[in-house]
């Protein structure tokens, strides 16, 4: 899952969580990168920085930004189970997937 030099901006669906089989948000974005540093640095108030998701812990890219908010409506439907499943089929051992992608 790592990003390549030049994909700056690109639809993504990516998922936060505090720690291990945490708290767990998704969200959607045009660029990772910038949108991750937000979650990081609490300049995202709300959800993300009350429960302090700062850790990126999966991510997936799409061709087209509605392919990708469909993508954030579908997975947002699943079950707890389900999203876990996800993450840990990516990322077993739930680490810090930002220092991947920049």
């Known amino acids: 899952m790592r990003l390549l030099v030049g994909m700056?901006?690109?639809p993504c669906v990516y998922i936060?969580?505090?720690r291990l089989r945490g708290v767990l948000y998704v969200g959607v974005t045009?660029?990772?990168?910038?949108?991750?540093?937000?979650?990081r640095t609490g300049m995202m108030p709300g959800f993300t920085c009350k429960y302090r998701l700062n850790?990126?812990?999966y991510f997936e890219f799409?061709?087209?930004?509605?392919e990708a908010i469909c993508r954030e409506k579908q997975i947002k439907?699943?079950?707890?189970k389900w999203?876990?499943?996800l993450v840990e089929a990516n990322n077993p051992k739930w680490r810090d997937l930002y220092p991947t992608i920049i």
Do not use: D, T
């Open 16 to 18: 936060m969580s505090n």
């Open 8 to 10: 700056r901006k690109q």
């Open 77 to 80: 439907r699943w079950r707890r």
């Open 62 to 66: 799409l061709a087209s930004f509605p």
């Open 30 to 39: 045009s660029s990772i990168i910038h949108r991750v540093w937000q979650h």
């Open 83 to 85: 999203k876990i499943e």
């Open 55 to 57: 850790r990126l812990v």
